[in-house]
Structure formats: structure tokens, C-alpha cells
């Protein structure tokens, strides 16, 4: 049963720490997206990779968020320093593009709550 | 910029009943997506509409794509409880990988 997986499931940290956030998306999909999920701004796509290459990260504030992928079965997203604003649902989600430029649904993990005190 | 809205947020229906939640976008696309949240949870792929007048359905639920007037449907036939949940509604840009996503609706079935 392939799926999206995220680690850790549940956060909280203080403020002013660092903060790791790991997604393994499904095997042979080449794209990864990094969602954050509040109650004001709803779901806010971050950043997105495909075949481990960044492609569009506007969505991320720069200044203390980072997002990699080590490689094809890892991506991570980082927050340092942490701060109370950035308490949210985190969601990774990953698809497939298909032959022709269509692209397949996005399966999105079962997310990582933080919450920064 | 692409915006996605939906409507109605907050539906509150009884079981039996029919009703249709639907989502309109600002600019062209050529995919919309539908998805299902349940509280505290993630979100699961409900339909994939890639093109103009396509039309989907799995169980109660029917979804449709009006590519010329920008709108998409999902319709809900004879609810029932175990379809209470929030609905999000998502577009492509065309050409693109990235998603907009609706605000979601609310969606609660009473007995």
C-alpha cells in the first residue's frame, strides 16, 4: 500500500528552536510539495521539487524556512528559528508527471502538527 | 493570480437529501481536483476532472468540470452521515504543477 509518509506526526518546540520536518513521498513519484494548513489561511502550497530539483519556493518565507531534497525518497523542510506564527498542519504531498505534460492526482501524507510556544 | 472559491463553507444537511457544492476559478486551467479532509486528518484524492464537460461519480458523489464557465460541481445524492467532512476543490494552472486550493466546505450530515 504505497503512501506518503511524514515524520514526526506531532511537534512543539519553543520559540527560537530548530525545527526538522521529514516527508518520504511514494516510490517512482518525482514531484514533492510542501503544504502548511491553517484555520486563517487555509492550505498554502510552500515549495515543490521535481526529480530532487527545487522549482518554485515563492510560497516560503526565506528568511527561516528551507526545504531540500537529499535524495529521490527524502525531502525535508526546516524552520529556523521557530516562531508562535508558524504553528500549522504540514503536509507533504507528492505525485507523478505523466507522459504528454498531464500530471497525476497529489497524495498528500498524514501531515505534521506544530506547534511553537 | 488564480483564485479558487468555494461555496457554500459551511453545509449543513440532513441525511437522504441531495445538494451540490460548487467551486469557481478565476483563470484557465486544465485540471481541477477534488479532495476530502476528515478532522485532524489528511487529505484524500477524491476526483482528477482534465477536461472540458468531464464527469466523474464514486458512490454519492458526482463530480463535474465546466472548463468555459470556470466552474466546477460536486454533488452529493442522498447523504449520509459517514460523508461528513470538508471538501476542498483544487486547480492547476495550465501547464503547471502548482495547486490553488478553495477554502473548503464544511460539510455536516445529521441523521
Known amino acids: 500500500d504505497a503512501r506518503v509518509t511524514q515524520t514526526p506526526r506531532h511537534k512543539v518546540t519553543e520559540m527560537g528552536q530548530e525545527v526538522t520536518m521529514r516527508c518520504q513521498p511514494i516510490l517512482g513519484h518525482n514531484t514533492v510539495f510542501w503544504y502548511r494548513q491553517t484555520m486563517m489561511q487555509g492550505l498554502e502550497l510552500l515549495a515543490y521539487f521535481r526529480n530532487r530539483a527545487p522549482l518554485d519556493d515563492s510560497g516560503m518565507p526565506k528568511d527561516r524556512f528551507s526545504a531540500e531534497m537529499p535524495d529521490a525518497t527524502l525531502a525535508t523542510l526546516k524552520i529556523q528559528p521557530s516562531e508562535p506564527r508558524d504553528s500549522a498542519v504540514y503536509f507533504c504531498a507528492s505525485g507523478s508527471r505523466l507522459a504528454g505534460g498531464l500530471y497525476n492526482e497529489q497524495f498528500f501524507g498524514p501531515g505534521t502538527r506544530l506547534t511553537v510556544l | 493570480e488564480l483564485k479558487v472559491e468555494q461555496n457554500p463553507l459551511f453545509l449543513s444537511m440532513q441525511e437522504g437529501k441531495n445538494y451540490t457544492i460548487y467551486c469557481n476559478y478565476s483563470t484557465t486551467s486544465d485540471r481541477l481536483y477534488w479532495y476530502r479532509q476528515d478532522p485532524g486528518k489528511s487529505l484524500e484524492s477524491l476526483f482528477v476532472?482534465?477536461?472540458?464537460?468531464a464527469v466523474k461519480q464514486e458512490g454519492r458523489l458526482m463530480a463535474s468540470l465546466d472548463t468555459k464557465a470556470r466552474l466546477s460541481t460536486l454533488h452529493i445524492t442522498a447523504a449520509v452521515h459517514d460523508l461528513s467532512a470538508t471538501y476542498f476543490c483544487a486547480v492547476a494552472r495550465a501547464s503547471g504543477s502548482r495547486l490553488t486550493f478553495g477554502e473548503g466546505t464544511q460539510l455536516t450530515v445529521n441523521p
Open positions: 476532472l482534465l477536461s472540458n464537460g
